[in-house]
T-cell receptor, first 113, second 110 residues
Framework: GENVEQHPSTLSVQEGDSAVIKCTYS??????FPWYKQELGKRPQLIID?????GEKKDQRIAVTLNKTAKHFSLHITETQPEDSAVYFC????????????FGSGTRLQVQP | NAGVTQTPKFQVLKTGQSMTLQCAQDMNHEYMSWYRQDPGMGLRLIHY???????DQGEVPNGYNVSRSTTEDFPLRLLSAAPSQTSVYFC?????????FGPGTRLTVL
């Protein structure tokens, strides 16, 4: 089955700096890669996603890049703000028949004011 | 439109007890799933369903049962609770791509 690794596990940045979180996946057939943000005690919320036929996608201060050859994808947050502090999860859809999402272990991002 | 709802929000069980976590969605999604979330381990898939009457195992199915008699409901049953099942449980439903999570159930097994 699919295996997703996520790094780093914790990330601390100063307000206004950029943050980058990286994930690798194992199943070359994976075709959908969402990113979720989870605030303390809350449910995961989708913030951006990308399909395998696209190399990059941007939505205001967040962007995701995908390198299918290397089987890795990254989340980029620019001009970070304290409200960006949360745990971020990457995921990959490995088996198109099951359509199941396999999640990375999460990155705790702390934005220092 | 309530989205994905889960009950209860909190539950404490004793080892060996059984219970059912409820999940419902009003978005007419065919695909529903259950995850457990443990510290440092992300979200792990327990069971999923691609439609009414169809269920299958995920990554960590042992100790859990599911059924899907309607499109709206997808209950998760713990047959004989164990301390290792202490976790936060999220139900999710999905359209073509976007997956929506319920608010979660925090379960403690003593």
């Amino acid at each position: 089955g699919e295996n997703v690794e996520q790094h780093p596990s914790t990330l601390s940045v100063q307000e206004g700096d950029s943050a980058v979180i990286k994930c690798t996946y194992s199943d070359s057939a994976s075709n959908y890669f969402p990113w979720y943000k989870q605030e303390l005690g809350k449910r995961p919320q989708l913030i951006i996603d990308i399909r395998s036929n696209v190399g990059e996608k941007k939505d205001q201060r967040i962007a995701v890049t995908l390198n299918k050859t290397a089987k890795h994808f990254s989340l980029h947050i620019t001009e970070t703000q304290p409200e960006d502090s949360a745990v971020y999860f990457c995921a990959a859809q490995g088996d198109t028949g099951r359509r199941a999402l396999t999640f990375g272990s999460g990155t705790r991002l702390q934005v220092q004011p | 439109n309530a989205g994905v709802t889960q009950t209860p929000k909190f539950q404490v069980l004793k080892t060996g007890q059984s219970m059912t976590l409820q999940c419902a969605q009003d978005m007419n999604h065919e695909y529903m799933s259950w995850y457990r979330q443990d510290p440092g381990m992300g979200l792990r898939l327990i069971h999923y369903s691609v439609g009414a009457g169809i269920t299958d195992q995920g990554e960590v199915p042992n100790g859990y049962n599911v059924s899907r008699s309607t499109t709206e409901d997808f209950p998760l049953r713990l047959l004989s609770a164990a301390p290792s099942q202490t976790s936060v449980y999220f139900c999710a439903s999905r359209s073509t791509d976007t997956q929506y999570f319920g608010p979660g159930t925090r379960l403690t097994v003593l």
